[in-house]
């Protein structure tokens, strides 16, 4: 269990794209370990490798305990629908603030797992809103970009005043 250091905004490397893997090995399944491991003591819901500096597409979920965590690997969304929701978005990387973010109510994703299977998921609510953030996050696009310039603006306030304060 290796809880690993996590990349603060505003890091450049969370705005660099991820490489996709292409080994299947015990490093990657280490990895997968450790994004859990570390997302649970952030504590946070969903992280990826730029999260914490590797810059590799691997995705850990943990929407609740019953379901368990899901590890993504070059994840990429197939289909998404024509409807869309708004839900409260964070970061692991912005630690307490969050907004309204605008996401396809539905995405169907394909990607791999740990062992290199290719696999597809379809999903709803929460689940894809967290798809679409984590994809957006492997592509360098930080969460906070899809909010208005004004609403951006006021949320980096916050958080650098948050920061200046902890």
């Given at each position: 269990?290796?809880?690993?250091?996590?990349?603060?905004?505003?890091?450049?490397?969370?705005?660099?794209?991820?490489?996709p893997v292409t080994l299947f090995d015990d490093a990657l399944r280490e990895l997968a370990q450790d994004l859990l491991d570390t997302m649970r003591a952030a504590p946070g819901i969903g992280i990826?490798?730029?999260?914490?500096?590797?810059?590799?597409?691997?995705?850990?979920?943990?929407?609740?305990?019953?379901?368990?965590?899901?590890?993504?690997?070059?994840?990429?969304?197939?289909?998404?629908?024509?409807?869309?929701?708004?839900?409260?978005?964070?970061?692991?990387?912005?630690?307490?603030?969050?907004?309204?973010?605008?996401?396809?109510?539905?995405?169907?994703?394909?990607?791999?797992?740990?062992?290199?299977?290719?696999?597809?998921?379809?999903?709803?609510?929460?689940?894809?809103?967290?798809?679409?953030?984590?994809?957006?996050?492997?592509?360098?696009?930080?969460?906070?970009?899809?909010?208005?310039?004004?609403?951006?603006?006021?949320?980096?306030?916050?958080?650098?005043?948050?920061?200046?304060?902890?």
């Amino acid at each position: 269990m290796t809880i690993r250091p996590i990349v603060r905004y505003p890091d450049r490397r969370l705005a660099l794209p991820a490489r996709p893997v292409t080994l299947f090995d015990d490093a990657l399944r280490e990895l997968a370990q450790d994004l859990l491991d570390t997302m649970r003591a952030a504590p946070g819901i969903g992280i990826t490798a730029p999260h914490v500096g590797v810059p590799l597409r691997v995705v850990v979920l943990e929407l609740d305990a019953k379901d368990g965590p899901h590890t993504y690997v070059n994840p990429e969304i197939t289909w998404a629908s024509p409807e869309m929701i708004m839900h409260r978005e964070g970061s692991v990387s912005m630690p307490g603030v969050n907004d309204e973010v605008q996401r396809h109510a539905r995405v169907q994703i394909s990607y791999r797992d740990v062992e290199g299977n290719v696999q597809s998921e379809e999903s709803e609510a929460l689940r894809a809103v967290c798809h679409q953030h984590e994809i957006d996050q492997l592509d360098g696009m930080f969460w906070i970009q899809r909010l208005s310039r004004l609403k951006r603006e006021r949320l980096v306030k916050k958080y650098e005043k948050m920061s200046r304060n902890s």
